[in-house]
């Protein structure tokens, strides 16, 4: 017989299972040749709505603050609880799916995701907003940790890169069209149509992957969850983030950030000798003992740094020097355009020969012929547009090649967590491009210059890790989930 206990326990286990099982794709899908274009179709609308939501949100400022009645500081923690929960949380969600299926995983992001912008559209104080972007940026965790490792597992192994390509125009995309369509809402239907418009793709984008994702068949079980080495890791990240943010205008005490610098570097130290002790670590660190991964990582982090720093510096230059706001986005519309048209492109247009490493360092010294470009020319509309294009079209040669070197060298049952490391770098690359070009900004007159040679520098560095790290490196296994 068994007890009441008993029969609420296997209950539980029973709608656990139902929860985590994965539905297979129909068959007659799943046999067709091309059956992968339609699994990375899906997973474009969680590359393209992440990042047209970090791109959007900036638009709500000043609308927020009149509604809510609420000073700059204030309004600024809508982006940065989003980006703070998100970093932090990149890494365990790849952990977890990699457990317990990266499908599964990435549709009930998308639910959380969806639900948290339709409750962010409702909220009804500053302070249920910003715990709802937190709640979201949950959901685009979930999203964000599987969407490199649903892309490298869904496509042959020879279409990997052309496939992370589409996958990193489709977020150029969402980027691009963050400020146009957050203006447009804003100015029309309000700001609450800003995290409304998730909605609708939100639920488009479950029922499309429900059918067309892959089935997750390498698994790395984990008997438990290192709790101590997630908290560690949010200590880490928040902290990290929270210095770079008050570096670029946050307004925190100055004596606040060392501490915070060191409370990061402090337990991001801890947080690798726990990952060398735990029993089931976040983090296999064997991953990072990969010249391929570590140093790709590196060169994800330079890469976003670099693709986001002009997305600062222009137009705080060119409205400053009284441009409208109507040209300046024209212009740096171009940066993230090149990039989606190389990353598209790319592979038909560059010569089938040329290895994902003779690509990352072709397109990280385009990147550094257009920043030294950029330092010598006049800073003005006229050159700005083809030089931010060339520098556009550098960055979508160079981040497909790499993400397919990093992901070549990580094992199909750690997929997750590596896209989640990928994605935690380019968080991290933002961030910093942010910091790093509001820092040179405050430098008087010499400012803008002394921003393009950050960032020209950036990209020096870009490419020795392309130089250091791809080499050699060869696809050994096949990255493939499904038949």
Same mark, same amino acid.
């Given at each position: 017989m068994h007890g009441p206990g008993q029969s609420s326990s296997s209950a539980h286990r029973g709608w656990l299972a139902f929860l985590l099982r994965e539905r297979p794709r129909p068959r007659a899908l799943r046999e067709r040749p091309g059956a992968w274009r339609a699994a990375v179709?899906?997973?474009?609308?969680?590359?393209?709505?992440?990042?047209?939501?970090a791109s959007i949100v900036t638009l709500t400022y000043t609308s927020l603050r009149a509604e809510f009645d609420a000073p700059v500081a204030a309004v600024e923690w809508v982006s940065l609880a989003y980006l703070l929960a998100l970093v932090a949380l990149l890494v365990p969600a790849g952990r977890f799916a990699d457990a317990h299926g990266r499908k599964q995983f990435y549709l009930y992001g998308f639910v959380v995701f969806t639900a948290a912008s339709a409750a962010c559209g409702l909220a009804p104080t500053l302070g249920a907003l910003v715990a709802f972007r937190v709640v979201q940026a949950v959901g685009a965790a979930m999203l964000q940790a599987n969407s490199v490792a649903l892309v490298t597992t869904s496509a042959p192994r020879q279409q990997m890169r052309a496939a992370l390509g589409v996958q990193a125009a489709a977020q150029a995309l969402g980027l691009a069209l963050g400020p146009t369509l957050g203006g447009l809402l804003v100015a029309t239907v309000g700001w609450r149509w800003v995290f409304g418009i998730n909605v609708p793709v939100g639920i488009v984008a479950v029922v499309l992957g429900y059918y067309v994702l892959p089935r997750t068949r390498a698994r790395t079980p984990m008997a438990v969850f290192d709790w101590l080495g997630l908290l560690l890791l949010v200590t880490a990240t928040t902290s990290g983030l929270l210095g770079i943010s008050a570096l670029s205008g /946050?307004? $925190?005490? !100055?004596?606040?950030?060392?501490? %915070?610098?060191?409370?990061?570097?402090?337990?991001?130290?801890?947080?690798?000798?726990?990952?060398r002790r735990a029993a089931a670590p976040l983090v296999d660190l064997e991953l990072l003992?990969?010249?391929?991964?570590? /140093?790709? $990582?590196? !060169?994800?982090?330079?890469?976003? %740094?670099?693709l986001f720093g002009p997305l600062v510096l222009v137009p705080l230059v060119l409205t400053g020097r009284g441009t409208s706001g109507l040209v300046t986005g024209a212009v740096l519309t171009a940066l993230p355009a090149g990039f989606a048209l190389a990353a598209t492109a790319g592979d038909r247009v560059v010569p089938r020969a040329l290895t994902d490493r003779d690509r990352c360092l072709a397109g990280s010294g385009l990147c550094v012929v257009a920043l030294a470009a950029l330092l010598a020319v006049p800073f003005a509309v006229a050159w700005l547009?083809?030089?931010?294009?060339?520098?556009?079209?550098?960055?979508?040669?160079?981040?497909?090649?790499?993400n397919a070197v990093i992901m070549g060298a990580v094992p199909v049952r750690a997929s997750g967590t590596g896209g989640g490391l990928v994605n935690m770098a380019r968080g991290l690359g933002t961030a910093l491009g942010v910091a790093l070009v509001t820092l040179a900004l405050n430098g008087g007159a010499a400012g803008p210059r002394r921003a393009v040679l950050v960032l020209l520098l950036v990209a020096a560095l870009t490419v020795v890790t392309a130089w250091a790290g791809s080499a050699g490196t060869a696809f050994g296994h096949n990255s493939r989930e499904e038949p």
């Open positions: 179709a899906a997973v474009c609308f969680g590359a393209f709505m992440g990042q047209l939501d /946050l307004a $925190l005490p !100055g004596w606040s950030v060392a501490v %915070l610098f060191a409370v990061a570097v402090g337990t991001g130290a801890a947080f690798f000798v726990r990952q003992r990969s010249r391929a991964v570590s /140093l790709g $990582l590196a !060169g994800a982090l330079c890469g976003y %740094l670099v547009a083809p030089v931010l294009g060339l520098l556009g079209v550098g960055l979508g040669v160079f981040t497909p090649a790499n």
